[in-house]
């Protein structure tokens, strides 16, 4: 009694820590403390496309690619180091020639004057009109405009970055901004220490060229500044600083960052997929319960009679349940791989849970799950191993090689193409060289050999020993209904894990793209719980059922219902281009396609492994039950 009350305990807490969760983070680096006139470092990312109403772009350009001409600082910009996570993720962070100086007020300071000719002139109206973005970090905070949640009516910044420009949709006209007023919110803690705790940054275009005599920039005109492309242009960047005192402690200087939009439809959808996953489980729960409790009764009551009766339903096909299925090299590599996805995703969910992936240091939700990816290698072993041979397969070494290297290789080869296709068409935002070398690193000095290490433990626990004997010769399958053929029962059982979780999966999509930080990892985590026990709990009853028609080949089955929901999430992500994406480029559409596969074919693989993993331990459980003569 007194350890279920615990129990509960426990089960309150954590439920109490999910609200929580979704603002909470650990700080992750030291707070710096500035002293007046101390300067400021303004550091540049890559160039990104905005998600407004439509995304038209899924490139993103190196802030200092030629053809933009922004304004570069004496000696040429310095990189700044970054996390693999933040690389892989697209940010290039760069130094600036902006001169910051903590508290400071100055206006209309001219940058640098910049000759765009008039071929770069027509790109750089191109991105404008793709609504590109520009990404300042300042003291480690992404610049970002104020916004409004229109619903909620909070104020909150968008980590967008701001616009590039802006392109009058009736006029046809694209003003490029050449003007930005930074704002930067300090807290004075005592003894005139200032830290930042909000940056924000508001463009504007200016036609600034001097007035006569002047060499100064004219940046107090109201004219905007249009971009020839049939002449040559030169312009001015400028800007002005201005620092705002706020009682915002450098604490909480993330929280109006950490927006979660919509947090009624976050809730629904919980609800939604909480009462779908525990309608399952119920129903799953009878369903097998009495049935199978039935079941079990009669069989062996039969058994105990003299009459010779004819055994039916799922007993019958005692004899087959084990019999080796066709491939059970590539189901087993499937299997091994599939589990390593589930913990890597399950592992790294909890430790955003907690909070440890801090929006400061960006890129950490990337690096983490490389890392958890790498370390977890010996996952993918063990389990492939056991399971290949307990499917009685015998060519271990080829299996061992399949599981160290199949799945990785392919994945790592369609990032590779996509990245040469990047390469290819120009676009600055392709992954550096010494990133590959160093994922290429992690993969073979690390997780391979760890898998090795894991398939030899495997090996070591060998084959999990089948509880029923295999009979020499097949049965005969009966015609069964159309719903259990491997495909349809595919598509039919993927239905519910993926109605479970496709509205989460529309926030993580529109973070993704709008380059919005997604915090709300307490109601993710949820999601992925419900998001595998629906998956088990589907494929254990559509199993029930197909060795119900008397036909055991249920180990691709079960696997293919498992990995069903991989469809849907193609066919979700189908229509997400058709109605949320407008792309104007073609290596965009590649893009996309690229990674929607790859998602598409990880996310087939986890669910066909839980699938397969709760179906074979249902069916051992199911036929220890049964006496069989
Ligand atoms: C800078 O300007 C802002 C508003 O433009 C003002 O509120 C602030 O007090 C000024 N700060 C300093 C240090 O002068």
């Not at 005592?190 to 940056?199: E, I, L, P, T």
């Not at 005192?245 to 629904?268: C, E, M, N, Q, T």
């Not at 529309?506 to 915090?519: E, H, I, Q, T």
Request: aromatic share 16%.
């Amino acid at each position: 009694m007194g350890r279920h009350r615990g129990r509960g305990r426990l089960l309150a807490l954590a439920i109490a820590f999910i609200p929580l969760s979704t603002a909470f983070y650990l700080p992750g680096t030291a707070p710096r403390d500035y002293r007046y006139g101390d300067s400021i470092e303004v550091y540049v990312n890559s160039l990104t496309p905005m998600l407004n109403s439509k995304l038209r772009s899924l490139i993103s350009y190196d802030y200092y690619d030629q053809v933009f001409h922004f304004c570069q600082p004496d000696g040429g910009p310095v990189k700044q180091p970054e996390s693999l996570g933040s690389i892989l993720f697209g940010d290039r962070i760069l130094s600036s020639p902006y001169q910051v100086d903590m508290m400071y007020n100055t206006s209309c300071n001219t940058l640098c004057r910049s000759h765009v000719p008039k071929d770069d002139a027509k790109f750089i109206n191109d991105r404008i009109k793709e609504d590109y973005g520009v990404n300042f970090i300042i003291d480690g905070l992404p610049s970002s405009e104020m916004r409004q949640d229109v619903k909620t009516g909070e104020i909150f910044l968008d980590a967008q970055g701001f616009n590039l420009g802006k392109a009058d949709p009736q006029t046809q006209q694209v003003a490029l901004n050449n003007h930005y007023d930074i704002w930067i919110q300090y807290h004075v803690k005592d003894n005139a220490q200032y830290r930042v705790v909000g940056v924000m940054v508001y463009p504007s275009s200016r036609d600034s060229s001097p007035v006569d005599g002047s060499s100064a920039a004219n940046c107090k005109t109201d004219r905007p500044l249009f971009l020839s492309e049939t002449n040559d242009n030169d312009i001015y960047y400028t800007y002005s600083v201005n620092f705002i005192p706020s009682d915002i402690p450098w604490g909480l200087r993330w929280d109006a960052y950490l927006h979660v939009f919509d947090p009624k439809i976050h809730w629904f959808s919980l609800i939604n997929s909480l009462i779908i996953a525990s309608f399952l489980v119920f129903m799953v729960a009878m369903v097998l319960y009495r049935t199978i409790t039935k079941d079990i009764s009669r069989y062996n009551a039969i058994d105990l009679s003299e009459d010779v009766q004819e055994d039916y339903g799922w007993k019958l096909v005692h004899g087959e349940v084990f019999r080796v299925p066709d491939r059970p090299m590539v189901l087993s590599v499937f299997v091994g791989n599939g589990i390593h996805l589930l913990i890597m995703a399950g592992v790294t969910l909890i430790f955003a849970l907690f909070g440890f992936l801090s929006p400061s240091n960006r890129g950490s939700l990337a690096t983490v799950l490389l890392i958890c990816w790498t370390f977890f290698g010996c996952v993918s072993g063990y389990v492939s191993a056991r399971t290949y041979s307990t499917l009685g397969g015998e060519q271990w070494k080829p299996n061992l090689v399949l599981t160290a290297i199949l799945v990785p290789t392919v994945v790592f080869a369609t990032i590779g193409l996509l990245n040469l296709f990047l390469i290819g068409s120009s676009a600055s935002g392709a992954v550096p060289f010494g990133t590959i070398l160093a994922i290429l690193l992690l993969w073979f000095v690390i997780s391979i050999p760890l898998s090795v290490a894991g398939y030899f433990y495997g090996l070591k626990h060998g084959p999990f020993p089948h509880p029923v004997r295999v009979n020499p010769i097949p049965r005969q399958i009966p015609p069964k209904p159309w719903y259990l053929n491997t495909l349809q029962a595919a598509i039919l059982g993927g239905i519910l894990p993926f109605g479970a979780a496709f509205v989460e999966l529309y926030f993580v999509l529109s973070s993704l793209f709008g380059n919005r930080a997604y915090y709300a990892f307490g109601f993710l985590f949820l999601t992925f719980v419900v998001l595998v026990l629906t998956t088990a709990t589907v494929t254990v009853l559509f199993t029930y059922f197909i060795l119900c028609a008397e036909e055991y080949r249920w180990h691709w089955r079960a696997f293919m219902i498992g990995g069903g929901q991989a469809f849907w999430l193609f066919a979700y992500g189908l229509w997400y281009w058709a109605s949320r994406l407008s792309f104007d480029n073609f290596t965009s559409v590649v893009l996309y396609f690229g990674y929607l596969f790859i998602v598409a074919l990880l996310d087939f693989l986890l669910g066909g492994a839980i699938g397969y993993i709760s179906a074979y331990f249902a069916i051992r459980r199911l036929y220890t039950s049964i006496r069989v003569d």
